[in-house]
T-cell receptor, first 114, second 113 residues
Framework: EAQVTQNPRYLITVTGKKLTVTCSQNMNHEYMSWYRQDPGLGLRQIYYSMNVEVTDKGDVPEGYKVSRKEKRNFPLILESPSPNQTSLYFC?????????????FGPGTRLTVL | GQNIDQPTEMTATEGAIVQINCTYQTSGFNGLFWYQQHAGEAPTFLSYNVLDGLEEKGRFSSFLSRSKGYSYLLLKELQMKDSASYLCAVREIGGGATNKLIFGTGTLLAVQP
């Protein structure tokens, strides 16, 4: 089944404890992206990657890191999480060519930083 | 700058028709998407417009006017399962990012019996 997977789905952690949220897609998509979703603010892009070893900042990159060593994986790293990073996170992927190039979203990771 | 506006909430009756509007301002337009998002779930793709006019897909239709920076999503024969948030998203060109999406804050639609 074509899908984007994220792990963990739920995470409660404490300030300053490094964490990684994994994202994997099995559709051979070139483009991958991380979003956070907060009430009243909608989906905001954190980082994106147009292909392996190519990453760039989105609109809200502060406090986050990413890597793209393989085409299928795009982990999101929080080196020192803070309470303002409590949010619902979505990973998405899309092909670079196609009629729509719509983004396919993972199931989301709900992160709480205490 | 970038700006996407859509109503925060709407209510409609089962079996009726509802139109959700979206206006946008963007520096480099390359298509407009509508996504559906049920509470606590991932957004799922509904429709895409890049040229002016109406695109129809079953009970859902989407319209675009590029000159007016305006789109709407039309939902017909509403069902209770259509209760969800509807996200308008504009794809921008330029800056090396060929698939950057700017999302509106979403319209929460409540379908009542």
């Amino acid at each position: 089944e074509a899908q984007v997977t994220q792990n963990p789905r739920y995470l409660i952690t404490v300030t300053g404890k490094k964490l990684t949220v994994t994202c994997s897609q099995n559709m051979n998509h070139e483009y991958m992206s991380w979003y956070r979703q907060d009430p009243g603010l909608g989906l905001r892009q954190i980082y994106y990657s147009m292909n392996v070893e190519v990453t760039d900042k989105g609109d809200v990159p502060e406090g986050y890191k990413v890597s793209r060593k393989e085409k299928r994986n795009f982990p999101l790293i929080l080196e020192s999480p803070s309470p303002n990073q409590t949010s619902l996170y979505f990973c998405a992927s899309s092909p670079q060519r196609g009629p729509y190039n719509e983004q396919f979203f993972g199931p989301g990771t709900r992160l709480t930083v205490l | 700058g970038q700006n996407i506006d859509q109503p925060t909430e709407m209510t409609a009756t089962e079996g009726a028709i509802v139109q959700i509007n979206c206006t946008y301002q963007t520096s480099g337009f390359n298509g407009l998407f509508w996504y559906q998002q049920h509470a606590g779930e991932a957004p799922t793709f509904l429709s895409y417009n890049v040229l002016d006019g109406l695109e129809e897909k079953g009970r859902f239709s989407s319209f675009l006017s590029r000159s007016k920076g305006y789109s709407y999503l039309l939902l017909k024969e509403l069902q209770m399962k259509d209760s969800a948030s509807y996200l308008c998203a504009v794809r921008e060109i330029g800056g090396g990012a060929t698939n950057k999406l700017i999302f509106g804050t979403g319209t929460l639609l409540a379908v009542q019996p």
